[in-house]
């Protein structure tokens, strides 16, 4: 049924171009000098026709189940647990329930059917009665010659800036959506006992409704979400990962920039860049497969315990994913720093790594730190290598043989699978995430400014 | 120290910084190569799939028809009786015991495949016919050699008793491989034999679609919009800060936003490739308009001042001569944005595809995996059969990425005007 009314609406305005085309023809030959094209009048007639029918058609679309739903809900005010029975209702109408028919189903059902063909038949006739008016009042615009051209492109632009409205859309959707469970998870948990907390072990907080929470439950939750660990563990897979990545993503971009010749330049840039085009779960895999069990064998003829979800296995193959976005970055603002300083730096008697420790480097500094802060919210923020490869339990440690947790395995393994929602376990998860996104905003924020303060500089 | 000392302990420091930067580079690319070789080491066995050659008696009598035989009554008559008497016939058991290790040498599936032969074959009925049937997944990883045979029993998933069978049928020849067409057309399975992409793959290619249809023409009016419309006050830099923090966001918050605000406020059918979509354009929707920006930026604005002149309005001048010369570059950050989409993981896990789904989606509102996600889930398999078949589904995705990223580079190397 949507789709034949969508089918409708779009041959509707292919045929209104051709039709507003051909009556601006007319127009001319009737001696009449158009004030735009004659297509114009074609996109005018179109633009009126789709517009505002697609959007009347996409709002009741959207708004119609939750309408529908409360309207039969309503009706059944004794009902306990409301989205079930709604739910049971509606595979009911739909012919694959399984289960106890109750009365109230089939009178729902019942219900249900009488609301939905008048929600149907208002629909089509809404639209309908949009598709017309809003065609007359094109076509008598037509008809006397406006300045169809304008207009369209008025009606574009708006287009256009719609479009790229969706980008504060979506920020305000994350905000919204983390700030919301947020809230509800620190009005039961103190905020302070999540951020100081030291231990963290969200499977005793199983209470299931969280406005029915005890006094005693209350208590033992409290030290429950103690978040500590998480950002311990966090911090130190994104220093092992740093560790690994600094040094060989620096020196491979100065190695590229100042040293290579224009063939290996050629072949071992784009190998490099593979790195960071391979999907983050492929690393996972090779990590928990393959370097972590690795690691366990080599620390055990070494004569050490060595967890096979370690830190250290994460945290390395997480620097080797990093790697490229170091090199390719330094790489670019290596090559960015003028040549005179270097030829200056030369003309004294300078050699080559001379040059580049004393004055490359220097000139480059900004670029280079912002370059490593976005490695490292890039580092806090993966996800899949340390849910594959790092461990489960939230321990305060710094032995990087042991297995640690992060921020972002918390969060998975708290949604992962079916969770219900309005449980303290469920909202720690968003709180989880609230506190990511604005650790990454801050790093993001300082290393677009100390990126672009240095390119200002030289350009 | 001498001059010449000096000399010589700076051009050793010289020497010695090169062979830092050169041995970083020789690293990565070392990574690289490990990384690639292990995958496909581990994965190219999953292309086959081992087969054991069966006399299959198909009595009729066995099988209680109560019609004529044609495809019809065939498919629902029930095999199971006669594919255990013929299975048993390869190998003399004593007890049920044994009897129960005969048939746990082949797939479950076995029953249906005996079946399927007879009704692509029913002139065969009442005659004994060798028939291949899928071995189970540890005769599989046996017969590929991924199992050691000289540790203790006890140690093995294969028993002794089983291993004899395996040996004589070795011997008689009726062990072989064939092409695993079943990891192509088989969805998910518990059994490592029996599991196949074919579901991940068209989640994937749901998801990937869905995605591009959303993300690509925002995308693009977005960054028309910003580079050649906007006027310069406070909205349009708030849009460009906007638009710069949300490609550096982690996707995991992006999946948070699919739970948070798709699944719970607005009600879309969970594990669903329509709902990984969204989220997922929401989520490249940034890493689009950044290329797309820039290789508008590109052209000149030479161009756009002689289109200008000769009377063309602004839009004319945008529509006719800049989106065409830049479309090489946005097409190709846009497929590259879909790449990274492609391979994305975390955010699929929280909006619920990490359901497990054997029926192959058919529509992008059927519950189904992806690419990535399957890949998730069978690394946490426990069989070793799904260690070649995660780094089989690896290597699948990993060529996907690399066609598409080669798409993006001919099409810029090869469309896009150099200016200068």
């Known amino acids: ?459 | 120290m001498t001059k010449e000392q000096r000399l010589k302990k700076r051009y050793r420091a010289e020497k010695r910084f090169k062979m830092y930067g050169l041995i970083s580079v020789s690293l990565a690319v070392i990574f690289v190569l490990i990384l690639v070789q292990n995958i496909f080491s581990k994965g190219s066995s999953a292309f086959s799939r081992t087969m054991i050659e069966v006399e299959v008696n198909y009595d009729s009598s066995l099988l209680e028809l109560d019609s004529p035989i044609n495809q019809n009554s065939l498919k629902d008559a029930d095999f199971y009786d006669l594919a255990v008497e013929s299975l048993l016939k390869i190998y003399p058991a004593k007890d049920s015991k044994e009897e129960r290790q005969i048939l746990r040498l082949f797939s479950p599936d076995y029953e249906f495949e005996i079946k399927d032969f007879l009704i692509k074959n029913p002139n065969k009925i009442d005659q004994v016919v060798p028939v291949k049937i899928t071995a189970s997944d540890d005769i599989d990883q046996l017969n590929k050699g991924n199992f050691p045979r000289d540790l203790p029993e006890d140690r093995r998933r294969v028993s002794n008793y089983q291993l004899n069978i395996y040996d004589n049928l070795v011997e008689k020849e009726k062990i072989n491989k064939k092409f695993n067409n079943y990891l192509f057309t088989k969805g998910d399975s518990r059994d490592p034999e029996l599991a196949g992409i074919g579901g991940s793959l068209m989640g994937s290619f749901f998801t990937i679609i869905i995605c591009l249809i959303l993300s690509f023409p925002i995308a693009i009016m977005a960054s028309i919009y910003l580079e050649e419309f906007a006027p310069k006050n406070k909205i349009t830099d708030f849009i460009e800060i906007n638009i710069n923090n949300l490609a550096a966001v982690p996707s995991i918050v992006y999946g948070l936003l699919g739970l948070g605000i798709l699944l719970s406020v607005m009600e879309f059918p969970r594990s669903t490739p329509l709902v990984a979509g969204i989220t997922l354009s929401l989520m490249t929707l940034p890493r689009i308009i950044i290329p797309c920006r820039a290789s508008l930026k590109a052209v000149p604005p030479s161009i756009r001042e002689a289109a200008l002149s000769v009377g063309a309005s602004k839009f004319q001048t945008v529509f006719h001569h800049v989106v065409p010369l830049a479309m090489p570059g946005t097409l190709s950050g846009t497929i590259i944005g879909l790449a990274q989409a492609l391979g994305e993981t975390a955010p699929l896990i929280l909006i619920g595809m990490v359901a497990f789904v054997v029926d192959i989606p058919s529509s992008p509102v059927d519950p189904s995996a992806s690419l990535p996600v399957q890949v998730y889930l069978w690394s946490e398999q426990a069989e070793r059969g799904f260690v070649e078949k995660t780094s089989a589904t690896i290597m699948m995705l990993l060529g996907f990425l690399i066609v598409m990223n080669f798409i993006a580079v001919y099409l810029r190397q090869k469309f896009e005007k150099k200016w200068n």
């Open chain 1, 1 to 459: 049924m949507n789709s034949l009314i969508a089918g409708v609406i779009l041959i509707l305005c292919l045929s209104s171009y051709f039709f507003g085309r051909s009556e601006a023809r007319k127009l001319v030959t009737q001696n009449i000098k158009l004030k735009a094209l004659p297509a114009y009048y074609g996109y005018y007639l179109s633009l009126w026709c789709g517009l505002p029918a697609l959007i009347i058609f996409g709002c009741w679309s959207l708004f119609e189940p939750t309408i529908i739903k409360v309207l039969i809900l309503n009706n059944f005010p004794q009902i306990e647990s409301k989205d079930l029975f709604y739910e049971q209702t509606l595979s009911f109408f739909n012919g694959n329930f399984s289960g106890e028919i109750t009365n109230e189903i089939k009178a729902a059902s019942i219900k249900y059917s009488s609301i939905n063909v008048i929600a149907q038949n208002s629909k089509i006739v809404i639209i309908a009665a949009a598709l017309i008016s809003s065609l007359t009042f094109a076509y008598r615009k037509i008809q006397n010659n406006n300045k169809a051209r304008d207009d369209v492109e008025i009606i574009l632009k708006v287009l256009l800036f719609t479009s790229s409205l969706v980008a504060i859309l979506t920020t305000v959707g994350i905000i919204v959506s983390l700030l919301f469970e947020s809230l509800k998870f620190f009005s039961t948990i103190n905020i302070f006992e999540f951020i100081f907390g030291t231990s963290w072990s969200p499977q005793r907080a199983f209470v299931r409704d969280a406005s029915a929470i005890t006094p005693e439950e209350l208590l033992e939750l409290q030290d429950a979400f103690g978040s500590v660990p998480l950002f311990a563990g966090t911090a130190f897979i994104a220093l092992i990962a740093m560790c690994v990545a600094v040094p060989i993503g620096l020196f491979s971009g100065i190695y590229l920039a100042e040293y290579a010749s224009t063939k290996v330049r050629k072949y071992s840039k784009p190998i490099i860049e593979i790195l960071a085009g391979i999907p983050t779960v492929v690393y996972g895999f090779f990590a928990a497969l393959t370097v972590g069990p690795f690691f366990r064998t080599l620390g055990e003829s070494l004569g050490l315990t060595v967890s096979s979800e370690s830190a250290l296995a994460a945290g390395l193959i997480m620097g080797v994913m990093i790697i490229p976005y170091i090199s390719s970055l330094s790489d670019d603002v290596i090559n960015s720093v003028p040549q005179s300083l270097r030829e200056g730096s030369y003309a004294i008697g300078a050699t080559k790594s001379e040059t580049i420790k004393k004055v490359v480097i220097p000139a480059a500094l900004p670029g280079i730190i912002g370059s490593i802060l976005l490695a490292v919210s890039r580092a806090i923020g993966e996800t899949m290598i340390v849910v594959m490869a790092a461990g489960l339990a939230a321990n305060l440690t710094i032995n990087p043989l042991e297995s640690t947790t992060t921020i972002t395995t918390q969060i998975v393994m708290i949604l992962v699978g079916d969770q219900e929602f309005d449980s303290p376990k469920t909202q720690a998860a968003f709180a989880l995430g609230l506190t990511l996104f604005i650790a990454t905003l801050i790093l993001n924020y300082i290393a677009l400014r100390v990126v672009k303060k240095y390119r200002e500089k030289y350009d």
